[in-house]
């Protein structure tokens, strides 16, 4: 006959069992609808920029109610093809310095105050604005998340197909994203992005893009708005933007090291 003990072990083993067969049965659960796989594929292969080193500046203008608007400004260094970037804060003077380097999957903070790196993941709010670090590189959504179709709707003046996004692994930047695609273009205007609980956390609307080469793309003005914090958003710009070649060593912990002395 079993003990209280021994019921106890009985249980857990049970529920534990539950869990790990749980975790497969949610997965199968899930399937990428073809046709959001090619719009996501379609707008992918305008905004990464493998065949492209680029150079550009964004500013960050955070506005908050009750208190002055907060300005950052970043240089990006970014190639595509090795899924690299490198960022530098050069604005404002308590910001210099600092900075991120992504190597693939791997992303890390710089602490110049410390001289030492912190690895970060993409839910890092870059400089505690209401920009996430994923914004700036090369995206892999189809590996990232489940995509399907969540309708047609019409967003300012554009037509556009709704793409739902559930993610796939924990280290993303939201659990569910919706992606707003106008049908002239297959460009995003809007991205909304939730809690697991299917709570709106973040608004991003696109409002404008440059082309810089065949069929590629850069946006030039974005705004984020948070959705828990009542009037709190940060308009983003691009500039200097530039197609020139990047030295190899731009891409690396020693060019942020040596940049913040």
Known sequence: MFNRAT????????????????????????????????????????????????????????????ESDRVLRIQIYRRDRADTFTLLFQYPESEKGKGYWRSKDDLYLYLPSTREFVYRNRKDDVGGSDVRADLFGKTDTLGQYWASI????????????????DAKKLDVSYPIQKWYLRKTDGLPVKVENFSAGETLLRT?????????????????????????????KTFLTNDAISTDKIADYTFSKAFLEEKSR
């Open 7 to 66: 019921q106890s072990r009985a249980v857990a083993a049970l529920a534990l069992s539950a869990l790990v067969f749980a975790a497969p049965l949610a997965a199968q659960a899930k399937a990428t609808d073809p046709k959001a796989a090619a719009l996501v594929t379609a707008f992918e292969d305008k905004l990464n920029l493998e065949s492209l080193d680029v150079t550009n500046t964004f500013t960050l203008v955070q506005k908050k109610e009750g």
């Open 150 to 165: 969540a309708g047609t709707v019409k967003v300012s003046t554009w037509d556009c197909d709704v793409v739902r996004l």
């Open 204 to 232: 991003s609307y696109y409002l404008d893009y440059k082309k810089i080469a065949a069929d590629k793309y850069i946006f030039t003005k974005l705004l984020a708005v948070d959705a828990l914090e009542k009037g709190q």
